[in-house]
């Protein structure tokens, strides 16, 4: 790996084993992008890929005769209003009411490893010698502001990340209204946008556009989080590009908050993909002396399809975001109380479920939602962090000790960043809500935002939440948020800096994450969102793991999870076995179809175990007993590739081959069952051609084995059983394969 600097030529060339990045300083001392993608040779003379030419309507950057055009050029940060009519990367609002720039190069440095990004979340290196770090330094003379564009390369990984950071040296002050973390420039059209979008109950499912002249973008504006209806990513992949083959681009945002993710083809056909804080509603000032650092946006290319782009994904995030203990770690199996009771419960109540998930092997129990304040419905109680001792006499210390005693860890619901107006602390605090004098408060749920742009606020959750983690036997913490921000304004904030509010809003929960992670280094944080309504990179910094959707049915959630791991490792993806019929669909699955899925996540269980018969408990207890044997390969060791896409067809599959390709797992599931129907062949991906695997699956009470090579299963496939689907249910019927490698 290695940032080249090519000084007669003023070109940058970031490169590792597999991808080439060439920044070139153009004559207007503006930065152009020459080239990103598959690994190039190095040599003195990459400025032939930048191209111009006279056309109508140009726009010249430089006096005669040059005719460089910001207008036709690729460019790495470009701005507003120098004859460059497609969306700037960055807008700087001056005191003169100018929103025109003009930096120019002054220096740049190369360091080993990657500098932190501090209070933001970003990827990280361990050791200096994993990653190459390049910043450029520009200046812009009139309002006397710096940029610097940040560059990292990762050694290991076709990784790329980026940043910017703006830095105001004048006595005056500028308002920055647009501020990526990243633009890039492709040199054609010839591409398909990949997009994570949804809803509640049904998030990530993967959108495939195909790209034309003009703006395609996938954004949020929720305020308090990147939402369930887009997630801070997008692909581009050349039309034909297979899980295995064709080149890719992957653009993922390191960010919680209010995100735009975009490309604008222009006339030419030139790719310009941006992404960074959405610049609608946001401004943001800076006062002299006072810099402001963007995201930071990581960049994957891959020429081995889509499935090599999201192992990558994986693997950077799973060791290279996620910190902590936690992090080499695999998960414990968790009940959680939500779906088993909601509101309605008591201490028995949870003991004695806690007592029946300790006997089915399971050894995590998390107490849901309810257990403060006044909180027997959704209308009371957010903001009070103190036991509801009505409904749990032992407190939440007392509870935590007969938990641990059952033989299970103990963990919490909490949802920090919220209030009910039916509070304690509405009534002691009424002006802590994200709200605008004088216009309605909207509500959601019940309940409103408090305002974490405020020091004070964060303090007081901080301190009241302490409390109860100090008193208690706490190993895992939900952090839920359950509304999006309406009426964003901030009473503590003046006028001029009203359009922080959204961008400090987050800032404040990462203030919080970071104190309460710092502080309880040894609790399991799962981020939470109505489900998945905050499911980004952001949260993996803190948090990591996350609830993916409060969709439980095994069924919907092979789409969730399938569309989630385009980026997100298995270990990020909170999954539970919950009741049947489901209560989001009415739909009833096999518990086996439920536990197949669920496994390939974090794994867990969300139902009342006290009312499972005897046989019900054996059957998770096998469930509990296999996946303590595979979470390992599943969950960090292994490698996951996708096999067949609920988006196309009747069958998912899915499976996570270990690394050293001697052991795998695999779940296939099918929708409907079909009758007198065609034959089918599951092909694996991943595995060595040359190893001999036994390959197993559970025939009711037996283990069916057989043999194949590597080869056999993945080019010629194993053929599926249909009798074997009918048997497990038929409809919505799935088999778990096990691979093991026979020794030579
Ligand atoms: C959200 C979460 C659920 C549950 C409820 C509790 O909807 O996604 O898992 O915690 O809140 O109110």
Same mark, same amino acid.
């Given at each position: ?10 070109? #940058? ?23 990103? &993608? ?60 100018? /929103? ?12 080993? *490893? ?47 990340? @980026? ?74 992949? /050349? ?17 919680? &908050? ?30 002299? *002396? ?38 080499? /770690?695999? @998960?414990? !199996? ?26 089915? %092997? ?7 939602? *309810? ?10 109680? =957010? ?23 059952? &033989? ?31 216009? #309605? ?47 964003? #304004? ?16 987050? =800032? ?65 993806? %909170? ?18 179809? @439920? ?23 054996? !059957? ?13 390969? !599943?969950?960090?060791? *292994? ?9 196309? &067809? ?95």
């Amino acid at each position: 790996m290695s940032i080249i600097y090519h000084k007669n030529t003023r070109i #940058f060339h970031l490169t590792n084993s597999s991808i080439s990045y060439v920044i070139r300083i153009m004559e207007n001392g503006q930065a152009e992008n020459l080239y990103y &993608g598959k690994k190039i040779h190095d040599r003195e003379g990459l400025e032939c890929f930048h191209e111009e030419a006279m056309r109508s309507h140009l726009a010249v950057a430089l006096p005669e005769p040059s005719i460089l055009s910001m207008q036709y050029t690729r460019q790495e940060y470009p701005g507003y209003g120098r004859g460059d009519y497609r969306s700037p990367a960055f807008v700087i609002l001056q005191e003169s009411g100018s /929103r025109i720039s003009d930096f120019t190069y002054v220096s740049h440095r190369i360091e080993e *490893g990657k500098p932190s990004l501090a209070p933001l979340p970003a990827t990280y290196a361990e050791d200096p010698s994993e990653a190459q770090t390049l910043t450029i330094c520009f200046h812009d003379d009139l309002s006397d502001t710096d940029l610097d564009l940040v560059y990292t390369i990762y050694r290991d990984y076709p990784v790329i990340t @980026r940043h910017a950071r703006i830095s105001q040296k004048g006595p005056e002050s500028v308002t920055i209204e647009r501020a990526m973390s990243a633009s890039v420039e492709l040199p054609d059209k010839k591409f398909e946008m990949i997009r994570l979008t949804g809803a509640w109950a049904r998030e990530r499912y993967i959108k495939t556009t195909p790209l034309e002249v003009g703006i395609q973008a996938v954004h949020s504006l929720t305020g308090t989080g990147s939402s369930a209806e887009a997630n801070p990513f997008l692909a581009l992949q /050349r039309p034909g590009t297979t899980e295995s083959a064709g080149e890719v681009y992957g653009f993922s945002l390191v960010y919680s &908050g209010n995100f735009l993710a975009q490309t604008e083809v222009s006339s030419f056909d030139l790719t310009r993909v941006m992404l960074g804080i959405n610049p609608e509603s946001f401004a943001w000032k800076l006062e002299s *002396g006072e810099s402001f650092t963007t995201p930071e946006a990581v960049m994957v290319y891959s020429d081995q399809g889509l499935g090599h782009m999201s192992r990558v994904y994986h693997r950077l995030y799973r060791t290279r975001l996620v910190r902590g203990v936690w992090r080499d /770690r695999p @998960r414990p !199996i968790l009940l959680n109380n939500w779906e088993g009771t909601y509101f309605d419960f008591d201490e028995n109540k949870l003991l004695e479920m806690a007592s029946r998930a300790a006997e089915a %092997g399971i050894e995590l129990f998390v107490l849901d939602d *309810g257990w403060f304040g006044k909180r027997n419905d959704d209308y009371a109680g =957010l903001g009070d962090w103190f036991c509801n001792m009505e409904k749990i006499p032992s407190g939440i210390s007392g509870l935590s000790e007969k938990i641990e005693a059952l &033989g299970l860890k103990f963990g919490l619901w909490v949802e920090l960043e919220m209030i009910n107006k039916d509070s304690d602390l509405y009534r002691a605090h009424p002006d802590w809500l994200i709200a605008c004098p004088g216009r #309605f408060e909207s509500h959601s749920r019940h309940q409103h935002v408090l305002d974490f742009t405020r020091k004070e606020v964060v303090d007081h959750i901080y301190e009241m939440i302490c409390r109860v983690i100090d008193s208690s036997r706490i190993s895992y913490i939900k952090w839920d948020m359950n509304r999006y921000m309406t009426e964003p #304004f901030s009473v503590a904030l003046p006028a001029d800096r009203q359009g922080e509010v959204m961008h400090r809003y987050i =800032l404040g929960v990462y203030d919080l994450y970071t104190r309460l992670t710092e502080r309880f280094p040894e609790i399991l944080f799962e981020s939470c969102a109505s489900g998945g309504a905050r499911f980004d990179p952001g949260m993996l910094y803190f948090a990591p793991q996350a609830w993916t959707s409060d969709d439980t049915d095994a069924y919907e959630r092979c789409k969730i999870q399938y569309g989630s791991s385009l980026v997100y490792p298995v270990v990020s993806m %909170g999954a539970h076995v919950s009741a049947v019929p489901n209560h989001q669909l009415a739909r009833t699955t096999p518990i086996e179809t @439920r536990a197949a899925v669920a496994m390939f996540g974090t794994f867990g269980y969300e139902l009342d175990p006290a009312m499972l018969s005897d046989y019900d408990i054996e !059957i998770i207890k096998g469930q509990t007993d296999f996946v303590k044997k595979y979470r390992d390969l !599943i969950q960090i060791d *292994g490698d996951f590739y996708r096999l067949l896409s609920p988006f196309e &067809g009747n069958e998912t599959a899915f499976a996570a081959v270990s690394r050293d390709k001697k052991r795998a797992v695999a779940t296939f599931v099918q929708r409907l069952n079909k009758v007198n129907a065609s034959w089918l062949r599951l092909r694996f991906a991943g595995l060595a051609e040359d190893v001999l695997y036994r390959v197993s699956h559970q025939v009711g009470g037996n283990i069916l084995t057989t043999e194949a090579y590597g080869d056999e299963l993945m080019y010629a496939g194993l053929p599926i059983d249909r009798e074997e689907l009918l048997r497990q249910g038929g409809d919505f019927a799935a088999l778990v394969f096990t691979l093991e490698a026979k020794e030579a």
